[in-house]
Structures are given as structure tokens and as C-alpha cells.
């Protein structure tokens, strides 16, 4: 029995990517807690700084966001002076986002929290080791069709089937 799921090797690769990448979720939500955003707020406005003026149809499908949860997350932000919204001149149906001057700021802080979270997690390997996972994560990652910069959980939020309701996991 002890030897049908190994500690190591191929046999334990996949649910020690799950391991370690729900520990990585929970300490980043635990870095973010402060700042009063949650990872899916971090992840939002991460994609909104990476192509400013796009309309929230657009990012809520670069998300794999429902529209409404992309709304609500929106609105959460444009309270607390994050993002804006504006009528975008092409199409004045759709709004384009846009962070604020205190949503550049913020992102910074992220940029920085992410670089301590990133060192901490990765602290036991060498630079090598680290640019080699870094590598091979991005290649399975591009196999398995995922977005580049995009956490999977927002293909659940707010979605009936009883799973990332809150939002606590993307990001």
C-alpha cells in the first residue's frame, strides 16, 4: 500500500504541482490580505495594467471571467479608487478600464508582494534551479492550452457548481 503513491519522482509530479500550488494560493492571498484586495482583485487589475482601455467584455473572456462577476469585481474596484471606467469612443455600449493613479500604485505594491511571495516559495533552489522550474512550468503550461498570466480559477467564480464562489483563488 505505502509503495501505490510514491513521495517522489513522476508518480508524485502532478499532485506535487497541486501541493504547492494551493500552499502558493493561500500564502499569496495571505501577502495580499493587507492591502485589502483579494487574488481575483489582483488579478483583475493585473490584466486591466497589461492592456489599459479595453472593455470589460474583452477582459472578462481574457479571464475566462462571467460577465457579471467581472462586473462585480469592477464595481468593488471603482469604489476603492482603483479603476475607472470610461465610454469607450468606438463602441459607447461597452466601457474600457482603465487604472487610476492609487491603481498604478497599487499594482506596484502587488509587483512587490508577488517578488517576496516568488522568493519565499522558491527559496530552497538556486538561480538555476529557479529559471529551470520557471521553464518547465511555462511549458506545461502552454501545452495544457492554459492563458499566459491567467489563474484558472476564474473560469469558476460565481458559477453554480459550488466552486470559487468568493474569488479567493484566482489571481
Known amino acids: 500500500m505505502k509503495d501505490d503513491f510514491p513521495a ?11 501541493q504547492l500550488g494551493g500552499l502558493a494560493a493561500q500564502r499569496f ?28 467584455q474583452a477582459v472578462a473572456s481574457q479571464l475566462g471571467l462571467l460577465p457579471s462577476r467581472l462586473v462585480a469585481l469592477v464595481d468593488e474596484l471603482e469604489r476603492d ?35 517576496e511571495h516568488g522568493a519565499a516559495l522558491l527559496a530552497p533552489l538556486d538561480d538555476t534551479e529557479r ?24 473560469r469558476t467564480m460565481g458559477r453554480s457548481d459550488g466552486h470559487g464562489g468568493r474569488g479567493q483563488d484566482a489571481g
Open 81 to 115: 479608487g482603483l479603476v475607472e471606467r470610461h465610454r469607450n469612443p468606438q463602441d459607447r455600449r461597452h466601457y474600457a478600464l482603465h487604472l487610476t493613479d492609487a491603481g498604478h500604485a497599487r499594482m506596484r505594491e502587488i509587483g512587490r508582494l508577488a517578488m
Open 8 to 18: 517522489h519522482g513522476t508518480g508524485w509530479a502532478a499532485f506535487g504541482l497541486a
Open 29 to 56: 492571498a495571505e501577502r495580499l490580505a493587507p492591502t485589502g484586495l483579494t487574488p481575483a482583485h489582483a488579478g483583475l487589475l493585473r490584466a486591466v495594467a497589461t492592456d489599459e482601455g479595453r472593455s470589460q
Open 131 to 154: 529559471v529551470t522550474l520557471g521553464d518547465l512550468l511555462a511549458r506545461l503550461a502552454t501545452h495544457h492550452g492554459l492563458a499566459p498570466g491567467v489563474h484558472p480559477g476564474y
